[in-house]
């Protein structure tokens, strides 16, 4: 597996979640990373992004309230959720678009499911 997210569950609103995906070193340290989720009946949308070098960019529904950070040491990026709402349900996956030598590869994370009660 060469992305592996974690940290889904059921939560209520107003609370708050951590994912985590680690990836494999050879693809972290030349990818642009980003959290994408889907749900049911939904088209797979993206949530939140990090480039290798840092700059992050977010969909307008997370927009403060979501935070995405990448620990190069550990190979990993983090999507933070606080005040989580129902309509954050849905399963969440972790991407790779490779840069340099890994340019025109992307990769996929097999999904976290988060779900918000009310």
């Known amino acids: 597996v060469q992305l592996q997210a974690s940290g889904g569950g059921l939560v209520q609103a107003g609370d708050s979640l951590r994912l985590s995906c680690t990836a494999s070193?050879?693809?972290?340290?030349?990818?642009?990373m980003a959290w994408y989720r889907q749900a049911p009946g939904k088209q797979r949308e993206l949530v939140a992004s990090?480039?290798?070098?840092?700059?992050?960019n977010y969909a307008d529904s997370g927009k403060g309230r979501f935070t995405i950070s990448r620990d190069n040491a550990k190979n990993t990026v983090y999507l933070q959720m606080n005040t989580l709402k129902p309509e954050d349900t849905a399963v969440y996956y972790c991407?790779?678009?490779?840069?340099?030598?890994?340019?025109?590869?992307?990769?996929w994370g097999q999904g976290t499911l988060v779900t918000v009660s009310s």
């Open positions: 991407n790779a678009v490779g840069k340099v030598w890994l340019k025109g590869k992307e990769y």
């Open positions: 990090i480039t290798n070098g840092g700059n992050t």
């Open positions: 070193r050879s693809i972290f340290s030349v990818s642009d």
